[in-house]
């Protein structure tokens, strides 16, 4: 069974500039969560999508949104970055229903620097 | 504000010593702890957890013990050993209303031989 992919797994963008970060979850997992990692900061949650819809949204800015499509794939975007977006940014999967040990799956991570 | 907050930032130990990770948290609502290992370069796995309703889980030299009425819950390492060193997060999380799992900002575990 393929685990949760990634991509890109770089990715170097300029302040001002907008990034999209791409995610696909395990086969059959139609829960899709996005993390924010940074040193000391430890993982920020962003969202979490559950078929096509967000059930729920951390605290960050407007400028951070994301989607999910009808095969669970997740999509994230950044608009209008800053220095301060620069981080590891993971996301995780996971079955989605409250019956389930809520065992989240994480891919490797899109490592974001903004110069 | 749904926080977890965990201690130690980074904690070294020796081999065959006892590790522990210790972490609190604020909202109620929680009804799902599990504690996260990360390697340098990967992304978290899922460690060992527990529900409020247990106050102690154990899976081979992992412990978690749990106080609910504290709000803390702690990991403990047994026998560690090099291959131990690694980035554990606890985490909160709600399973029902909308998954949400809220983590820690993680411990740097060194584990020299």
């Known amino acids: 069974k393929a685990g949760v992919t990634q991509t890109p797994r770089y990715l170097i963008k300029t302040r001002g500039q907008q990034v999209t970060l791409s995610c696909s979850p395990i086969s059959g997992h139609r829960s899709v969560s996005w993390y924010q990692q940074t040193p000391g900061q430890g993982l920020q949650f962003l969202f979490e999508?559950?078929?096509?819809?967000?059930?729920n949204k951390g605290n960050f800015p407007g400028r951070f949104s994301g989607r999910q499509f009808s095969n669970s794939r997740s999509e994230m975007n950044v608009s209008t970055l800053e220095l301060g977006d620069s981080a590891l940014y993971l996301c995780?999967?996971?079955?989605?229903?409250?019956?389930?040990?809520?065992?989240?799956?994480f891919g490797s991570g899109t490592q974001l620097s903004v110069l | 504000q749904q926080q977890v907050k965990q201690s130690p930032q980074s904690l070294i130990v020796q081999k065959g010593g006892i590790s522990i990770i210790n972490c609190a948290y604020e909202n109620t609502a929680f009804d799902y702890f599990p504690w996260y290992q990360q390697f340098p370069g990967k992304g978290p796995a899922l460690l060992i957890a527990?529900?409020?309703?247990?106050s102690e889980k154990k899976e081979g030299r992992f412990t978690i013990s749990f106080n609910k009425s504290a709000k803390q819950f702690s990991l403990h390492i047994m026998d560690s050993q090099p291959g131990d060193s690694a980035t554990y997060f606890c985490a909160a999380s709600m399973l029902s209303g909308g998954f949400k799992t809220i983590f820690g900002a993680g411990t740097r575990l060194f584990v020299k031989a």
């Open positions: 527990i529900r409020p309703d247990v």
């Open positions: 995780a999967s996971s079955l989605g229903n409250t019956r389930s040990n809520e065992k989240l799956f």
């Open positions: 999508y559950f078929s096509e819809t967000q059930r």
